[in-house]
């Protein structure tokens, strides 16, 4: 079974850097997508960033420049790197694993993945 476990979360100022991780463990992701999502009471629950088995890369319009996803070289823990975070970034970040190829840009839709972590709450204040 598939375990993700993320850790890093924090407070940060405006315009300062964080950098949160996700541990897998219990499974290879070398054929999953891979995300970061997180979640507010303002907008509820959102698709932050993307990194499929090909590495490709996707991003939401609002995190675009600022934001970062990246795996290591095992493919074992996903990053998030966070550059000039914003007020309006603040949430619970949970990264994500689906069992198997995303379609037609619906890599941003909770629906698609099969593995949840925990979460992590970052907090930016400005």
């Known amino acids: 079974q598939v375990q993700l476990v993320e850790s890093g979360g924090g407070s940060v100022q405006a315009g300062g850097s964080l950098n949160i991780s996700c541990e897998a463990s219990?499974?290879?992701?070398?054929?999953?997508?891979m995300a970061w999502f997180r979640q507010s009471p303002e907008k509820g629950r959102e698709g932050v960033a993307l990194?499929?088995?090909?590495?490709?890369?996707s991003y939401r319009d609002s995190v675009k420049g600022r934001f970062s996803i990246s795996r290591d070289v095992a493919w074992k823990t996903l990053y998030l790197q966070m550059n000039s975070p914003k007020p309006e970034d603040t949430a619970m970040y949970s990264c994500?694993?689906?069992?198997?190829?995303?379609?037609?840009?619906?890599?941003?839709?909770?629906?698609?993945?099969?593995?949840w972590g925990q979460g992590t709450q970052v907090t930016v204040s400005s």
């Open positions: 994500a694993g689906s069992s198997g190829p995303i379609y037609g840009g619906r890599w941003y839709l909770a629906d698609e993945y099969d593995y």
């Open positions: 219990g499974g290879s992701f070398s054929t999953n997508c």
């Open positions: 990194l499929d088995s090909n590495g490709v890369i």
